[in-house]
């Protein structure tokens, strides 16, 4: 097993190397956090196409100066023409498709919280650096290439049937009408363009300069519903963080998570649960550690389907849900000794988790993403921006939590996770996988806080994965194939239906987890399923 990377002035992690080198030389540079991981941000939409895009959505969990945590919701709405009638009227009366223009129905957000993190960090925290030299790795990388990852090639083969008719995915994502091979070079020269624009122009001109203007042409002639109206009125939220405060297996950590639309709930209701579950302590890879764990994600999930959306639509305050009476109660319906029943349709998703933290003690745990793999699949001819379709999730029945209405925030899996550790130290984390976001999360967390692993070796045990997440299709209990023959049996005993996947396999999520200790030490583990690193210096 791999042991923890260690630093004393700055450390970042990230699925793909290159994006966790570009944090750490912007670091070296004398750069802060957040400057950091706008550097990583754009050379991650380069280098992992597959799992995100400047033409997705961002949230962003901060720990300021003087410990003061914030968050920062960079998630798009809907169009404003985009109504139920609307698609109706295009004969769509069932679910909104995944792909094409009508699953590209909201406005694409994370640029907005580059620059939103990019002001406060001029504003609060003595950040320098020009824009242009945050992106100046994403161009340089887009223009001359990037080697193609096993996971790009695999990704595209497995979704080119799908995606192929739709607009410009071929002309971008398949050169000379193949599948890029691993290791081959991957050039995307209208991305390098479009950021060097943002780069000289602002992350303002995606949504209200000449930038603006050919995207919102692009996207109607795909068939999208978003204006240049609905560009224009788009603003990325300065948002307080929910937090909980852990107080038995923790040792009294508390942990922060974004704010709905995002299910950063679900992932500290299961944390909150855990807490106040007996029985599951003795081992890091055994059937009561996953058997609690998986109750208690079922529970959560209930509650977020039952209240989790636009918060401008919600009925209850969010923080109603994580109080000690709620948690209390939700508690007592988890059975240790057998398994609830399980028949939802869980969602799928494709995104990128990655983690900064300076020499101060400033720390991002950002999130970026356009839903499925490839987004809606639509890549608009003069930007090369692939849009995302995270507005595919909206329901088209009047009376569902996530009913699809104009200028709503679709529901989100992402959520970027920080907490402040029992001994004084922080601690950020997360991993990418749709509903598989959440169960990992806490996994990692509960192998570090509870049972002692280090960063890296949270990371590396096996992982199981309860329904679904990209590139898969069925919603059983899916437990990596290193897990003991014991474990797996004894689940199987409780009533879960087991199924083994890959030893090493992508659908857990791409981990990462970065920690700085109160005496200043940073320590870090990335995952060996991504083509990650966690770097430090």
């Given at each position: 097993m791999a042991q923890s990377v260690y630093g004393l002035r700055g450390i970042a992690v990230a699925p793909h190397s290159l994006a966790a080198e570009s944090a750490v030389a912007v670091l070296r540079e004398g750069g802060n956090a957040l400057e950091a991981m706008i550097?990583?941000?754009?050379?991650?939409?380069?280098?992992?196409?597959?799992?995100?895009?400047?033409?997705?959505?961002?949230?962003?969990?901060?720990?300021g100066p003087n410990n003061r945590p914030a968050g920062i919701d960079a998630s798009g709405r809907s169009?404003?023409?985009?109504?139920?009638?609307?698609?109706?009227?295009?004969?769509?009366?069932?679910?909104?498709?995944?792909?094409?223009?009508?699953?590209?129905?909201?406005?694409?957000?994370?640029?907005?919280?580059?620059?939103?993190?990019?002001?406060?960090s001029k504003n609060s925290m003595d950040g320098k650096l020009p824009l242009s030299r945050l992106l100046a790795d994403a161009i340089f990388l887009a223009n001359h290439g990037i080697p193609v990852t096993a996971s790009q090639h695999l990704c595209t083969q497995a979704k080119r049937a799908e995606l192929e008719p739709q607009q410009g995915f071929t002309e971008s994502f398949l050169p000379g009408g193949e599948v890029p091979l691993q290791g081959s070079l991957f050039k995307q020269y209208r991305l390098a363009d479009t950021l060097s624009k943002i780069a000289a122009q602002g992350t303002e001109t995606f949504y209200r300069g000449p930038l603006a203007t050919m995207l919102a042409d692009e996207l109607g002639q795909a068939g999208s519903p978003i204006t240049l109206a609905d560009l224009h009125s788009h603003q990325a939220q300065m948002v307080a963080p929910l937090s909980l405060q852990l107080a038995n297996q923790a040792g009294n950590t508390k942990a922060f998570n974004m704010t709905p639309p995002s299910q950063g709930l679900v992932s500290l209701m299961i944390l909150g649960l855990m807490d106040r579950v007996k029985g599951w302590d003795l081992d890091p890879e055994g059937a009561a550690f996953v058997h609690a764990q998986v109750e208690a994600t079922k529970l959560a999930f209930g509650v977020r389907d039952k209240h989790l959306t636009d918060p401008a639509f919600m009925t209850l305050d969010p923080s109603s849900l994580l109080s000690d009476d709620f948690l209390d109660e939700l508690a007592t319906r988890l059975d240790m000794s057998r398994a609830a029943s399980w028949g939802k349709k869980s969602?799928?998703?494709?995104?990128?988790?990655?983690?900064?933290?300076?020499?101060?003690?400033?720390?991002?745990?950002?999130?970026?993403?356009?839903?499925?793999?490839?987004?809606?699949?639509?890549?608009?001819?003069?930007?090369?921006?692939?849009?995302?379709?995270?507005?595919?999730?909206f329901s088209l029945n009047p009376t569902h939590i996530n009913t699809l209405e104009p200028s709503k925030k679709p529901f989100h899996t992402l959520n970027p996770a920080m907490a402040w550790r029992a001994d004084g130290g922080l601690m950020v984390y997360g991993t990418m996988g749709g509903d598989g976001q959440p169960q990992t999360q806490a996994t990692i967390f509960q192998r570090n806080v509870t049972f002692g692993d280090h960063p890296q070796q949270a990371i590396e045990r096996p992982r199981w994965l309860l329904g679904r997440t990209w590139g898969n299709s069925s919603d059983s209990l899916k437990l990596e194939s290193r897990f003991a023959p014991e474990t797996i049996n004894a689940l199987r005993a409780l009533g879960h239906d087991v199924e083994t996947i890959g030893a090493w396999d992508e659908a857990v999520g791409h981990a990462g987890m970065l920690i700085r200790h109160p005496n200043g030490v940073m320590e870090g583990g990335y995952d060996p399923r991504s083509n990650g690193a966690a770097v430090a210096f």
């Open positions: 550097a990583a941000a754009a050379t991650i939409a380069v280098v992992y196409p597959h799992m995100n895009s400047i033409g997705g959505d961002g949230f962003w969990v901060i720990n169009a404003k023409t985009a109504t139920r009638d609307w698609y109706a009227k295009q004969g769509i009366t069932g679910t909104i498709p995944f792909r094409g223009g009508v699953a590209a129905n909201t406005v694409a957000g994370t640029l907005s919280g580059w620059g939103a993190a990019y002001e406060l969602s799928p998703g494709d995104t990128i988790w990655m983690g900064v933290i300076d020499k101060n003690g400033i720390a991002a745990s950002f999130i970026q993403s356009i839903y499925h793999e490839f987004g809606s699949g639509i890549v608009l001819p003069g930007s090369g921006v692939n849009w995302q379709n995270r507005g595919c999730s």
